[in-house]
């Protein structure tokens, strides 16, 4: 019995070791499968942002009347390898272009570059008879820049006089130029060095791009733990149903009502608050918050133990809705706005053609439930989670829709014409500008009428037959849902592009009404663009004991 036992116990360790080294095997292969076949080229390219977690996929009445003024043409000379990075994998150029270091231990890389020349002449010198002298001095200048580099890997660390040791270097190099040699076996050296220094570049490119995705794309350890301690402390200590009390304020057509789709506290709160903080009548101030059920009572804890000045807040799960919308099932898996990189040549006067990238973003399909979710309402503003309101919006609520549904922010920056090759054929005008989520006023009376839900429902499931990304689905139903039907909004409203563009003025930040974090570097990440996180910042409390805890600080 205990040899069997024994015996038993032996074959348990060898499968759980055999089950261990099979997770090792599976972490390494993951990571490299990402690097080699991830990233894709084209032209002109759409590609989705998926949303990372509980992030996004990377959300006074005097606004002034003249359009923002911005300035995203001051990132200096762009080069080819810039121009090539950039369509290949979007932001990480920008934000590797604006990180870029000067070039350290310049000596060292000389010598190296001398270096490999010396080693792809010495074959076909030493083969030389008559050139026994240069073959020696070749060999020797060789052996004493291997001596160097094998104790010194930077320019501090160089021994002295390397100076005239890099000149005996040249001097040898430029002699056997001077040799008539078969070039071919030069060449062919020169080639494999050149392939080898490329494949090494495009590995760290390529390793660098996963480094900056994962980072832009995982959620940070202090959101996480604020999530997690708000949903401790509602467990433990729920709070009283307030809402109930605040039902029909919450389906009083007569306020100012706000849909915000977010699983971020942190982000959402900040949406609410400096919209609060720039209203002048917050007591007219409706949010209601539409959250997944992993973030539903983190988010509960948070909006009820935070005052809003006199604004109300309601949260919602979704997934509790589904009861109530069994028809429409296919549209209550929860999702915040997708949003797209497109990359494309600009057309400009220079001479080099310049690579541009934008990011737009649409509605996802559980903005299609509002006119259901919402049913005692006319209209509704959609604010996305990675905007920061800086004026007072209730200008917008006396907006003339002249029978359209979407009030939203045209970003002629992209026109339909250029996403082409990702929405196929259709019969949408190709000169129209891209339509933007971030900001929009929504018309839920006119969108009843015209049974936009049914309309999105039939197109996607049109779309669906012959396509296999439902991004490219959501894209092009979106657009042909909507198509006619809207309303642009004035300039002043919003400035994007402040989660991936560099270039924008300060004034024009300083201006905007709204600011919209459109892109990768979203401002409650490290890798945020630290010139407009101070926007953002600015409605958030830092000494909040919530977030002193887990150590939050953008």
Same mark, same amino acid.
């Given at each position: 019995?205990?040899?069997?036992?024994?015996?038993?116990?032996?074959?348990?360790?060898?499968?759980?070791?055999?089950?261990?080294?099979?997770?090792?095997?599976?972490?390494?292969?993951?990571?490299?499968?990402?690097?080699?076949?991830?990233?894709?080229?084209?032209?002109?390219?759409?590609?989705?942002?998926?949303?990372?977690?509980?992030?996004?996929?990377?959300?006074?009445?005097?606004v002034s009347s003249h359009p923002i003024e911005t300035?995203?043409?001051?990132?200096?000379?762009?080069?080819?390898?810039?121009?090539?990075?950039? /369509?290949?994998?979007?932001?990480?150029? /920008?934000?590797?272009?604006?990180?870029?270091?000067?070039?350290?231990?310049k000596m060292v890389k000389k010598l190296k570059d001398r270096l490999f020349v010396a080693r792809a002449y010495f074959p076909s010198i030493a083969k030389l008879p008559d050139q026994?002298?240069?073959?020696?001095?070749?060999?020797?200048?060789?052996?004493?820049?291997?001596?160097?580099?094998?104790?010194?890997?930077?320019?501090?660390?160089?021994?002295?006089?390397?100076?005239?040791?890099?000149?005996?270097?040249?001097?040898?190099?430029a002699k056997s130029q001077s040799v008539k040699l078969d070039c071919n076996n030069v060449v062919k050296k020169l080639a494999q060095i050149l392939d080898l220094t490329e494949d090494e570049a495009n590995f760290h490119a390529k390793q660098s791009a996963f480094l900056y995705q994962l980072a832009v794309h995982t959620m940070p350890k202090s959101l996480h733990c604020l999530s997690m301690r708000l949903t401790v402390e509602y467990s433990t200590s729920p709070p009283p149903d307030m809402e109930s009390s605040l039902?029909?304020?919450?389906?009083?057509?007569?306020?100012?009502?706000?849909?915000?789709?977010?699983?971020?506290?942190?982000?959402?709160?900040?949406?609410?608050?400096?919209?609060?903080?720039?209203?002048?009548?917050?007591?007219?101030?409706?949010?209601?918050?539409?959250?997944?059920?992993?973030?539903?009572?983190a988010m509960k804890f948070w909006f009820f133990t935070h005052d809003?000045?006199?604004?109300?807040?309601?949260? /919602?799960?979704?997934?509790? /809705?589904?009861?109530?919308?069994?028809?429409?099932?296919?549209?209550?898996?929860?999702?915040?706005?997708?949003?797209?990189?497109?990359?494309?040549?600009?057309?400009?006067?220079q001479s080099e053609p310049a690579m541009r990238t934008e990011y737009i973003s649409i509605f996802s399909s559980l903005h299609y439930l509002l006119p259901e979710i919402f049913q005692n309402l006319g209209k509704i503003m959609v604010l996305d989670d990675d905007i920061v309101v800086q004026q007072d919006l209730s200008a917008l609520w006396n907006l003339d829709m002249e029978g359209k549904v979407n009030g939203a922010q045209q970003f002629c920056s992209v026109r339909l014409?250029?996403?082409?090759?990702?929405?196929?054929?259709?019969?949408?005008?190709?000169?129209?500008?891209?339509?933007?989520?971030?900001?929009?006023?929504?018309?839920?009376?006119?969108?009843?009428?015209?049974?936009?839900?049914?309309?999105?429902?039939?197109?996607?499931?049109?779309?669906?037959?012959?396509?296999?990304?439902?991004?490219?689905?959501?894209?092009?139903?979106?657009?042909?849902?909507?198509?006619?039907?809207i309303k642009p909004l004035d300039e002043s409203w919003v400035l994007s592009g402040l989660g991936h563009d560099f270039g924008v003025k300060r004034r024009a930040v300083?201006?905007?009404?709204?600011?919209?974090?459109?892109?990768?570097?979203?401002p409650w990440l490290e890798m945020g663009i630290p010139k407009y996180k101070r926007s953002w910042k600015r409605f958030l409390n830092i000494n909040d004991q919530m977030l002193s805890n887990c150590n939050v600080s953008p």
């Open positions: 019995m205990k040899g069997g036992g024994a015996g038993g116990g032996k074959r348990r360790w060898r499968g759980l070791v055999i089950a261990v080294l099979c997770l090792v095997i599976l972490s390494m292969l993951v990571p490299l499968g990402f690097l080699f076949g991830r990233f894709h080229t084209a032209s002109t390219a759409a590609f989705p942002v998926s949303p990372p977690g509980v992030l996004r996929p990377v959300s006074s009445s005097n300035d995203r043409s001051n990132r200096g000379p762009i080069s080819n390898s810039d121009r090539l990075c950039e /369509l290949r994998f979007g932001s990480y150029c /920008l934000w590797r272009r604006e990180h870029r270091e000067a070039i350290k231990d026994e002298k240069l073959s020696r001095e070749l060999r020797l200048n060789i052996l004493e820049f291997e001596r160097i580099f094998s104790i010194s890997s930077r320019d501090v660390d160089l021994p002295p006089q390397i100076e005239q040791k890099l000149q005996r270097m040249e001097a040898a190099i039902a029909n304020k919450f389906s009083d057509p007569s306020l100012h009502h706000f849909a915000i789709f977010s699983n971020n506290v942190l982000a959402s709160s900040v949406v609410i608050n400096s919209t609060v903080m720039n209203s002048k009548e917050s007591q007219n101030l409706v949010f209601h918050v539409l959250t997944d059920e992993e973030n539903y009572f809003y000045k006199s604004a109300a807040v309601q949260v /919602l799960n979704v997934g509790q /809705l589904g009861m109530d919308f069994q028809d429409k099932a296919a549209l209550l898996s929860f999702s915040l706005s997708e949003e797209f990189r497109v990359t494309f040549h600009s057309s400009n006067k014409g250029q996403l082409q090759g990702y929405l196929g054929e259709n019969s949408l005008d190709k000169n129209s500008c891209v339509w933007m989520s971030g900001l929009n006023v929504i018309d839920l009376k006119r969108w009843r009428e015209l049974q936009l839900t049914e309309t999105y429902l039939r197109l996607a499931q049109e779309l669906n037959m012959g396509e296999t990304s439902a991004e490219a689905v959501s894209l092009r139903a979106s657009f042909l849902t909507f198509q006619d039907l300083n201006n905007a009404a709204v600011l919209h974090y459109n892109g990768n570097m979203k």
